[in-house]
């Protein structure tokens, strides 16, 4: 069964950045060159929201809240989806979670982004 690890998340300053990674285990390559792919975040209390989407033909979107400071990307031959988050806010903390746009898979554990002011 397909399932997601995302990485690479951690205690920063506010103004600084990180890179996040979500790897597709035992996704075939064919699978993930033709999903559309996003990252979500999610605070306590809160529901899980969607923070940037790279489709199968690597169009992106992002969140209002986002836009500007964070970029998405995918590694095909490494069936990973990249979240590259610069000028990180306190307001950007959360657990982060990689999924199909449609989320059809399994939720991984996530990646805690903790940002001090």
């Known amino acids: 069964q397909v399932h997601l690890v995302e990485s690479g998340g951690g205690l920063v300053q506010a103004g600084g950045s990180l890179r996040l990674s979500c790897k597709a285990a035992?996704?075939?390559?064919?699978?993930?060159?033709?999903?559309?792919m996003a990252w979500y975040r999610q605070t306590p209390g809160k529901q899980r929201e969607l923070v940037a989407t790279a489709t199968a033909g690597r169009d992106t979107s992002y969140a209002e809240s986002v836009k500007g400071r964070f970029t998405i990307s995918r590694d095909s031959s490494r069936k990973t989806v990249y979240l590259q988050m610069n000028s990180l806010k306190p307001e950007d903390t959360a657990v982060y979670y990689c999924?199909?746009?449609?989320?059809?898979?399994?939720w991984g554990q996530g990646t805690q982004v903790t940002v001090a002011s």
């Open positions: 999924n199909t746009v449609t989320q059809e898979l399994p």
């Open positions: 035992r996704m075939i390559t064919s699978t993930f060159n033709s999903v559309d």
